[in-house]
């Protein structure tokens, strides 16, 4: 629809989705418009038609662009991040291997010699659990329990 000669701007009757993509919208933006009435619509033979403005079409084109380059220019800079904090941790990981590949290298110094002069190593000696110390006097029977006393034992 073309009312340029009359100082009025020009209508663009387009599908839904070539409107979504002229306003910059997604195609259910375009149809939540619909449905509201916040847009204009024709409707011919069971297909709806959307009237831009040509002035709102390139707009919305300028948007989108402007907002596609911003959005590619914030994901190159967290790329470029992520790959500094990668080459960061690689250059740590790389690190800590060299310490653990000297701290290996190391553990046979730090191995205590085993001398067969000494021979094994005894443990003090401890009176088992069932002796009775020297002294302390055996227990009488009266001191034992009951159910020893009463069963015999």
């Not at 663009?12 to 306003?23: S, Y």
């Not at 916040?38 to 403005?53: A, K, W």
């Amino acid at each position: 629809m073309d009312q340029g000669g009359t100082g009025r701007q020009t209508k663009h009757r387009l599908t839904v989705a070539q409107a979504a993509e002229a306003l910059g919208l997604t195609v259910d933006a375009v149809r939540s418009r619909i449905k509201r009435g916040t847009i204009q619509v024709e409707h011919e033979g069971g297909r709806v038609f959307v009237l831009v403005d040509s002035d709102q079409a390139s707009t919305g084109r300028a948007q989108q662009t402007d907002q596609g380059s911003d959005l590619t220019d914030e994901l190159r800079d967290r790329l470029r991040y992520v790959e500094g904090q990668l080459q960061a941790e690689r250059q740590a990981h790389a690190e800590a291997r060299r310490i653990i590949a000297g701290l290996v290298e190391r553990i046979p110094a730090l191995e205590a010699p085993t001398d067969a002069r000494e021979g094994p190593e005894q443990a003090p000696d401890v009176p088992d659990r069932g002796d009775v110390p020297a002294d302390r006097p055996a227990a009488s029977s009266s001191s034992r329990p009951w159910w020893r006393r009463w069963l015999g034992g």
